[in-house]
């Protein structure tokens, strides 16, 4: 466990009395007994607590105790200098949720035995509106970005600035140094983090009884243990931890379709969720809920009072109001295994979130401008050469697939439209593989 992480101690600090429940935002619309589809993908823990509350406040808090001090708990007030990171704007709530690669104990059995260290298997930014609106963007783990430094944590290292891959930056600097990462790059406050690993993720998909998926083709893929018949099917832990981590041997082998698969199984994970009888069940709601316990880490201000809120904002969203994108990309020149950020796209992703407005919508006429107060670098320089960075990442030769080229102009932007993503399009939790096809992340020619 790392130094500056912690499994609380009964009667933390933060977290309410017994018997307490927290208000609501002030703006929070009042329930009204529909639970469609939140982002119970985003936000498993919250959204769950918000039921087993409703059956009795002091016997939740109890529980939820229980929970709780299985979790490590990240200071990352301690861990991050405040003068560094971008300014906190407006009631809405960014979570950062890092899928890791560790191998250590159970993790195993999925491959790397002589894996040394944790890296992030997927990084995605759920952005939640007071109003109840949640944007999910997906960092690629290929993704060529500015690095800054961090400081040791834990077991970590800590490192320099460098230019290399977006995943290397949870092993320098944990957890702290991959939510000091996305803000560099983004200019978005990131207030709090989940950080899961891979039997973690596989345990829940089984406490909820399986995600139910339409899988369009056939599909294996030997290094992710991945044999699926096409059809409708109910997958369970390991077939969906297998179906989100595929990617050699499906498609082009690139990590961005390897998003658009994960999109679509949290959509449908969130249906199960909030659909399929998951939180008004006790047994399954209890295994969800201990599943995540285990293997989960988050930041200490990530507490009781805080979930419920959050869960309260989100008790009224739609499946269609969950709306998932991919960072705007293109094939980093020189390495077809590698991507690099679309960057004029990709800032204008980053100021809607910013600005709490879908991404989708055309800015107001006074707000068209970027923040001025923006990332202090670009997110990626598409002529610069990765620096290197012992242990870190993987070679580029570790068979990742070949992304189509795309032309880039000297600030990053494209100069064709090419292959890749145009403009910033996204889908929401709606979409159905079978008849929307398993593309190359959100917003490209092939989605």
Not at 303 to 328: C, H, N, Q, R
Not at 369 to 386: F, I, T, Y
Request: proline share 8%.
């Amino acid at each position: 466990m790392p130094d500056d992480a912690t499994r609380p101690a009964p009667g933390d600090p933060g977290d309410p009395p017994a018997g307490a429940a927290a208000e609501p935002p002030p703006d929070t619309p009042p329930r009204s007994g529909r639970r469609r589809g939140l982002a119970r993908a985003i936000g498993w823990t919250a959204a769950a607590l918000a039921v087993v509350l409703a059956a009795g406040a002091a016997t939740a808090y109890g529980y939820y105790h229980s929970l709780r001090s299985d979790m490590v708990q990240h200071d990352l007030n301690a861990a991050l200098d405040e003068e560094e990171r971008p300014e906190k704007i407006g009631d809405d709530a960014n979570i950062l949720f890092i899928g890791s690669d560790d191998r250590e104990d159970g993790n195993a059995a999925y491959g790397g035995k002589d894996f040394v260290g944790e890296r992030s298997d997927s990084l995605m930014l759920a952005h939640i509106s007071p109003g109840g609106r949640v944007t999910v963007v997906n960092f690629p783990r290929d993704s060529l970005v500015q690095l800054p430094q961090c400081d040791a944590y834990g077991d970590a290292e800590g490192t320099r600035g460098y230019y290399g891959m977006i995943n290397a930056a949870l092993f320098h600097g944990g957890p702290p140094c991959a939510v000091k990462t996305i803000e560099s790059l983004t200019d978005v406050r990131i207030d709090h983090f989940v950080h899961l690993n891979f039997v973690g993720f596989r345990d829940m998909v089984d406490a909820i009884g399986g995600v139910p998926m339409c899988i369009p083709e056939p599909m294996q893929d030997e290094r992710a243990q991945l044999d699926l018949d096409a059809g409708r099917q109910r997958l369970d832990g390991e077939e969906s931890l297998a179906f989100v981590r595929a990617r050699y041997e499906i498609g082009d082998g690139g990590d961005i379709g390897r998003i658009d698969r994960q999109q679509m199984f949290l959509g449908a994970l969130a249906a199960e969720v909030t659909g399929g009888g998951v939180l008004t069940d006790p047994g399954r709601l209890d295994g969800l809920l201990r599943s995540i316990s285990e293997h989960t880490a988050t930041d200490r201000d990530l507490s009781l009072d805080k979930m419920v809120s959050i869960a309260s904002t989100l008790s009224e969203s739609e499946l269609d109001e969950i709306g998932f994108y991919t960072v705007p990309w293109a094939q980093a020149p020189g390495d077809p295994n590698r991507v690099v950020w679309r960057t004029d796209e990709a800032a204008e992703l980053f100021a809607a979130i910013k600005e709490d407005r879908d991404p989708d919508q055309e800015p107001d006429q006074e707000s068209d401008q970027a923040p001025e107060d923006g990332p202090s670098s670009s997110p990626s320089d598409p002529g610069a050469e990765p620096s290197p960075s012992p242990g870190a990442e993987p070679s580029s030769a570790d068979g990742g697939g070949h992304i189509a080229p795309v032309a880039l102009g000297p600030d990053g932007a494209s100069e064709d439209g090419g292959e890749g993503v145009d403009g910033i399009e996204g889908r929401d939790a709606t979409a159905n593989p079978c008849e929307d096809g398993l593309g190359e992340g959100t917003g490209d020619d092939g989605r």
